[in-house]
């Protein structure tokens, strides 16, 4: 089982749709949790870090479940400009360094 | 959050030989780390890199085909070595922010015939 598990996509949704991308992690371990966006050929840009009580930036609301072991990311009324893969990222605490692991993402399409 | 630049950003290699990949930052910084990132895959870890002191390799790479220079805090460089096709990939440079999350450099795109 990967320690950071996505579904690949791609979510292909009209305009204005909500959308909302699951992401489960395999170490109960794991402390801290982002959300990143990638544009394709470009770098990976952090999109949110994600809380334990959940938090909200905008149209966009990101979730914990540490007893299910799964981080959630929802968008609100879709722009086209979303379009892109959005990262799933885990920080792992082993001794006294961390490990970030990566989710191979999930392909969001927005069309007109 | 820093300004992070890399050069080349993209290359086309013959196999054999090597390419080294600059990244510089805008401000001094402790640790930078560098990614790679296969068509298709999502980031892997390659090294660490610590000024002054030996990077520290994540399993599955090495010294001898991945070194790395960190002369200073706000530089590094890592080099592809004795490349092959399977090396193709893009190569990221980043460091941590605040909360340990990453900032990535724009990449360096390799291609290797």
Known sequence: ?112 | SAVISQKPSRDICQRGTSLTIQCQVDSQVTMMFWYRQQPGQSLTLIATANQGSEATYESGFVIDKFPISRPNLTFSTLTVSNMSPEDSSIYLCSVEGDYNEQFFGPGTRLTVL
């Open chain 1, 1 to 112: 089982r990967k320690e950071v598990e996505q579904d690949p996509g791609p979510f292909n949704v009209p305009e204005g749709a909500t959308v909302a991308f699951n992401c489960t992690y395999s170490n109960s371990a794991s402390q801290s949790f982002f959300w990143y966006r990638q544009d394709c050929r470009k770098e990976p840009k952090l999109l949110m870090s994600v809380y334990s009580s959940g938090n909200e930036d905008g149209r966009f609301t990101a979730q914990l479940n540490r007893a299910s072991q799964y981080i959630s990311l929802l968008i609100r009324d879709s722009k086209l400009s979303d379009s892109a893969t959005y990262l799933c990222v885990v920080i792992l605490w082993m001794d006294s360094s961390y490990k970030l692991i990566f989710g191979s993402g999930t392909r969001l399409l927005v069309r007109p």
